[in-house]
């Protein structure tokens, strides 16, 4: 799995020059994806290519049931590719994911402590 290193405030900032093109409530929506423990278990699992739902769901510790109703969000919501292989469906990152992953997880790093201190009411929910 190849993560990025080098110049993390570039990748950052082409990542928020994209976002801010999106109407705010576009915006909002795909980090309140992201906020999910469930769906961010099933991303960080497809990081390392491509599995099966099953796959997937065993790899991030959810039901196969409660996994496929994450995987279909995803997919809908353009952050996951499938295809069907006769009885199984493969799930992948779709194209640029996994470097706005990465992107977030270095901008993270910097600001975890904050983000664990944090006692606003609405950051108490996850």
């Keep these: 799995?190849?993560?990025?290193?080098?110049?993390?405030?570039c990748i950052i900032f082409q990542m928020t020059q994209v976002m801010?093109?999106?109407p705010l409530r576009v915006r909002a929506r795909?980090?309140?994806?992201?906020?999910?423990t469930a769906r961010l278990a099933l991303l960080d699992t497809l990081r390392d290519g491509e599995?099966?739902?099953g796959e997937a769901a065993a790899a991030a510790d959810l039901s196969p049931s409660n996994a496929s109703k994450h995987l279909a969000c995803l997919r809908d919501c353009g952050l996951v590719e499938s295809r069907q292989d006769?009885?199984?469906?493969?799930?992948r990152l779709a194209d640029s994911v996994s470097q706005?992953?990465?992107?977030?997880d270095l901008f993270i790093d910097r600001?975890?402590?904050?983000?664990?201190?944090?006692?606003?009411?609405e950051m108490r929910r996850v």
């Design 1 to 9: 799995m190849t993560r990025v290193t080098a110049a993390p405030d």
């Design 20 to 22: 801010s093109r999106a």
């Design 30 to 36: 795909f980090f309140a994806g992201l906020a999910d």
């Design 51 to 53: 599995r099966t739902a």
């Design 86 to 91: 006769w009885r199984h469906v493969h799930y």
């Design 100 to 104: 706005v992953l990465d992107a977030n």
């Design 111 to 121: 600001v975890a402590d904050r983000i664990a201190a944090c006692q606003r009411p």
